[in-house]
């Protein structure tokens, strides 16, 4: 079987949207068999693992359906995807017709075409599973809710009729004084109210970053493995992504000489995501030099670096910038809950007035009254008290996971990325890519919630890994929860084993 590939995006997903739009137009029809992926790899030129990551996706999304000892097969009833699916069967860039509606915009397709069904839902599902080493969200049992919920209402309660009319379109005055203030304590940020744009949380500053500083066809660097609402947005513009790998202390920044012209990176500095390397001083100035010489943007996502464990939190890399080539990101969604909707971007002087205008055209500003109720949230010294006591309570379930692995995993698994953040990496040894998804079901299959690490990677790792996120568990519940994972671990059916392997994230195919 030929499958023509578009070269766009992440190779697993060229190969994903070739065979979705093979299934779509017959070319493979309801209950015929997939060709084997050692074949089909074979015949793309494509590694093994890529090929099977595409597979899985079908499977998740329902288009195919295996059969054990048998293969993959086309499933007898497609998902009612004509919306996203056909509009993405095409060529990225192309305008589709969606039905006999109008066509869609080249932006729109490329949308469709970066972001599969489910891709762009940030929650994910809820298993109820006893022990889910979720991530992305933080400790909501040690909110201080109550103090929260004091301040809404009081503030509700005065609301003002001028505070009902339009706010500036880059935030209520109260909240970028409030907010300029804790960046420069807490994180080192050089900023003043002025440059600060709130923003309805990281993923809106990421898109008007890319709106106002980037264009079609422009290079823009992006971390091996990466966030994905980096590469989600900046395909959308249609940027070139070029996945630079990271090392166990953040981007290698010397892999970035002699790549050619570049319009900007996006990087995690202050906890890398998701392997939670932390970038070392010298690698940030040379990153810093690197920019300045390219005229090129950096875009820093700091989204969970004021919990760092082993020693103080590490200064914001805009902090350390003379060129003015940093803007920072930051949201309430790890400090307090992402339900909130609220973010800030701190852009250099010359780019405050571009941004102020664009955020006007998105949506003429945030919520008001969220913003009033933070800047006192803030003000009060609530946020600092509050960070300060998850700090310790996280530091204590952080040595729960690291014992937990030790005592039950150890020789089978390594864990990784835990000098910061509320997430560490687990690696499994001898557990192949491949066989990533039979863990997570077996996991699954004794109250374990476990996330892949696949996903954040353009080219996937040899070896299984899983993304622990630990702020949402007891100490205990860590413990039992990795317990039962050795267990599964356990009752997996002999195969094969990952080679030898190389650090993650170094080379790709």
């Known amino acids: 079987m030929w499958l023509d590939l578009d070269g766009e995006g992440p190779l697993y997903q060229q190969a994903y949207r070739a065979l979705r739009a093979a299934i779509l137009d017959g070319a493979l029809g309801p209950g015929e068999r997939l060709p084997a992926s050692r074949s089909l790899a074979r015949d793309l030129e494509l590694s093994r693992n890529t090929v099977l990551q595409a597979y899985e996706q079908l499977l998740d999304e329902g288009y195919v359906v295996a059969r054990t000892g048998s293969g993959t097969y086309v499933a007898a009833v497609l998902p009612d995807d004509r919306s996203g699916a056909d509009a993405g069967a095409g060529s990225p860039g192309q305008t589709h017709a969606v039905g006999r509606g109008p066509a869609l915009s080249r932006h729109a397709s490329r949308m469709l075409d970066h972001a599969p069904r489910g891709a762009v839902a940030w929650d994910m599902p809820r298993r109820h599973l006893p022990y889910d080493f979720r991530y992305g969200e933080p400790a909501y049992a040690d909110l201080p809710l109550e103090t929260w919920c004091r301040l809404l209402g009081r503030r509700a309660r005065r609301a003002s009729a001028a505070r009902l009319a339009y706010g500036e379109p880059a935030g209520a005055p109260e909240l970028r004084r409030a907010l300029a203030s804790y960046l420069r304590r807490a994180r080192g940020v050089a900023v003043t109210p002025e440059q600060i744009v709130v923003t309805q949380g990281t993923q809106q500053a990421i898109d008007l970053v890319a709106r106002v500083l980037v264009d079609a066809g422009d290079r823009v660097v992006i971390e091996e493995p990466c966030y994905r609402g980096f590469s989600l947005a900046l395909g959308a513009h249609g940027a070139r992504l070029d996945p630079v790998p990271v090392d166990a202390h953040g981007l290698c920044v010397e892999a970035l000489a002699g790549t050619g012209p570049a319009r900007g990176v996006c990087v995690t500095p202050s906890h890398q995501f998701p392997t939670g390397g932390v970038l070392p001083l010298e690698r940030r100035l040379a990153l810093l030099e690197w920019a300045a010489g390219e005229g090129a943007f950096v875009l820093e996502d700091d989204y969970d670096g004021e919990y760092r464990y082993e020693h103080r939190p590490v200064p914001s890399l805009q902090g350390l910038d003379r060129h003015g080539c940093v803007l920072y990101v930051g949201s309430a969604s790890k400090l307090l809950f992402p339900a909130m909707r609220l973010g800030w971007l701190v852009v250099p002087e010359p780019l405050v007035r571009p941004f102020e205008v664009a955020k006007a055209y998105a949506d003429t500003g945030s919520a008001t009254l969220e913003q009033l109720v933070l800047a006192e ?10 960070v300060r006591r998850s700090r310790v309570r996280n530091a204590a379930r952080r040595e729960a996971l690291q014992s937990a692995v030790d005592r039950h995993l150890s020789g089978t698994a390594e864990l990784e990325g835990t000098r910061a953040g509320l997430h560490g990496l687990l690696w499994v040894s001898e557990l192949p890519h491949a066989r990533e998804a039979e863990l997570r079901r077996a996991g699954e299959a004794r109250g374990v919630g476990i996330y892949p690490v696949h996903p954040y990677y353009a080219t996937p790792p040899a070896r299984a890994g899983y993304v622990l996120g630990y702020a949402g568990l007891s100490e205990r ?33």
């Open 377 to 386: 949230f803030i003000e009060g010294g609530h946020l600092e008290r509050h």
């Open 477 to 509: 519940d860590i413990d039992t929860g990795l317990r039962e994972l050795a267990v599964a671990l356990a009752t997996l059916a002999p195969g094969p084993v990952a080679p030898a392997l190389r650090a993650p994230g170094r080379g790709r195919r």
